[in-house]
């Protein structure tokens, strides 16, 4: 058979993000002997990605609009460097089509699907449409727009109630409204119409069956340009609080190798059927019944990826990097659909908010760093001690991913490492996860997507650890500190002889030790 697609070496990558996520990739290109470029805004300059990466560009002031997003800007800037390739990380340039085209008319790789695929997946109605003519399960209902109060009335009954109105232009819950009975929709038609008008200058609604307390289960894959494309297995995303993540895993507690192996076939069709290369992921609601609907997918790198990486090995950075050059997926991806995760992986995402004000963003600087490590800890962090957390971006500063062979381990594993996290200067969401470590629902991985929110606001989550008292052993150490030396000190200046105490002799010892550097 001929090949047609050209091998092309990638020797510079030009990383248009910032954060956790542009020190990831920066990672990555080292270890391929790659050179790494990376933009920054002004808030920026003094970053970690500036302070890692091989070479670092200037590239506007705190907005993203003016910095972060300058596609055009972007791309010339890589053309003038000589990086072969962009990598667009996640947020920002990530899912836009027509900066993927930019790049393609400028003989740059996007490190990503093509703009095609893009476009095909960002419109929730026509991938809808699309899913369904690939045989992908999509939750029943109709794609079409509901012109009327009486074309919803009557797919509301085809359909049967509880249903969901969704905005056809939507994304991300906006304009998303469940109908529990007839009395409720009139209402709900019309609010949905004005909120979709308002939020996405589309007014056009459809219907869904509603699905009841789901879970959030995603798949990744991974395509090559020559047409070949594979499932690397689920990650559980269930825990997030208003539409944001707040905890994922891999494997999911509930995914039985069946299911597993139907997920995945799923979600291969799904990306198939756009000629998908690159790293993506499908998003599915797993009914409690055990059906599964894909919502939509996600064509790029992920911020969960790393808890796919712990249990399947492989590296999807250094993947990504090999297919856009043109190489075919691996040997490691022979049986890669067969095999079943290895040990259990949890990442919990470090934000910038205090969870007991609300989740209200907590700027500033890091005044106390100390991150956990040891076996089976991987922080992936875009922040140092003496970082500014400033205001003008996404709120999470690190990631915290454990690993250990099963789920019971992981949690116990995690709970270690947050004793090990210290971070001052600044709230974070840290206190939110000791809480859901004591907490027997998640203990137990009796999850679903609407948990959260529904503890949260039930005041069920309470930090099981004063903060104050992780400051116990110090205190005790700087106490026994002072009794040493104000017993090597003369004694009290009432004349009483100095007391000896357990600790004299060790203060002597100290002291000796001490003297010999002088
Ligand atoms: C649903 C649903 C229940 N039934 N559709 C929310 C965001 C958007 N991408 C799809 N969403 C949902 N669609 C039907 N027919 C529940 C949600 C949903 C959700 C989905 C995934 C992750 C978190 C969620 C939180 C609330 C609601």
């Given at each position: ?123 929730k109605v026509e991938s809808r449409r ?44 906006k304009g998303m409204r469940m109908i ?339």
């Amino acid at each position: 058979m001929t090949d047609i697609v050209p091998r092309r070496r990638i020797r510079k990558v030009l990383i248009a993000n910032r954060g956790e996520i542009a020190v990831r990739i920066l990672r990555g290109l080292r270890e391929m002997g790659i050179r790494s470029a990376v933009v920054y805004s002004e808030p920026d300059r003094l970053g970690l990605p500036v302070l890692l990466a091989d070479e670092a560009y200037p590239i506007g002031p705190a907005p993203s609009r003016e910095s972060y997003l300058r596609g055009k800007a972007i791309v010339q800037l890589a053309t003038e460097i000589g990086a072969d390739a962009i990598h667009p990380g996640y947020g920002f340039l990530s899912e836009r089509a027509g900066f993927a085209r930019l790049c393609r008319d400028a003989g740059v790789t996007f490190i990503g699907p093509s703009p095609e695929a893009i476009d095909a997946m960002g419109s929730k109605v026509e991938s809808r449409r699309l899913m369904i003519a690939a045989g992908v399960p999509v939750v029943p209902g109709g794609q079409d727009p509901l012109p009327d109060l009486d074309a919803a009335r009557i797919a509301a009954e085809a359909i049967g109630y509880p249903v969901m109105l969704k905005a056809a232009a939507g994304g991300g819950g906006k304009g998303m409204r469940m109908i529990p009975s007839v009395a409720e929709l009139a209402g709900s038609y019309r609010a949905a119409r004005s909120e979709a008008a308002a939020s996405f200058g589309d007014d056009s609604v459809y219907l869904e069956k509603y699905v009841v307390e789901p879970r959030h289960v995603e798949i990744q894959v991974m395509g090559d340009l020559h047409g070949r494309v594979v499932s690397l297995g689920e990650r559980e995303c269930s825990l997030q609080r208003r539409h944001q993540k707040v905890v994922e895993e891999a494997p999911s507690p509930v995914v039985t190798p069946e299911l597993r192996r139907r997920m995945g076939e799923a979600a291969v069709k799904a990306a198939a059927a756009v000629g998908y290369s690159n790293a993506g992921t499908c998003e599915f609601l797993l009914a409690r019944d055990g059906n599964f609907y894909f919502l939509e997918m996600n064509t790029r790198l992920q911020v969960e990826h790393p808890v796919t990486e712990l249990v399947t090995g492989i590296d999807l950075v250094h993947t990504q990097i090999r297919v856009a050059e043109g190489e075919p997926l691996g040997a490691e991806f022979d049986n890669v659909q067969n095999l079943q995760p290895r040990g259990h992986a949890i990442e919990v995402r470090l934000y910038a908010e205090d969870p007991f004000q609300h989740f209200a963003p907590s700027p500033g600087r890091i005044e106390i760093l100390r991150w956990p490590d040891g076996p089976g800890v991987r922080v992936d962090s875009g922040v140092y001690e003496g970082s500014e957390i400033s205001i003008h971006y996404d709120p999470m500063v690190a990631k915290l991913i454990v690993w250990a062979a099963d789920r019971e381990k992981a949690l116990d594993r995690l709970e270690r490492a947050l004793a090990e996290l210290r971070v001052e200067g600044i709230r974070t969401t840290a206190p939110l996860f000791r809480a859901l470590l004591a907490d027997p629902d998640f203990r137990s991985g009796n999850l679903d997507i609407g948990m959260l929110d529904r503890k949260l606001a039930a005041g069920e989550l309470k930090a099981p650890i004063d903060d104050a008292l992780e400051d116990l052993p110090l205190i005790a150490a700087a106490l026994a500190h002072h009794e040493r030396a104000y017993q090597t000190a003369a004694g009290p200046s009432d004349g009483t002889p100095a007391r000896r105490s357990r600790w004299a002799g060790t203060a002597r010892y100290e002291a000796r030790r001490n003297a010999s550097w002088t």
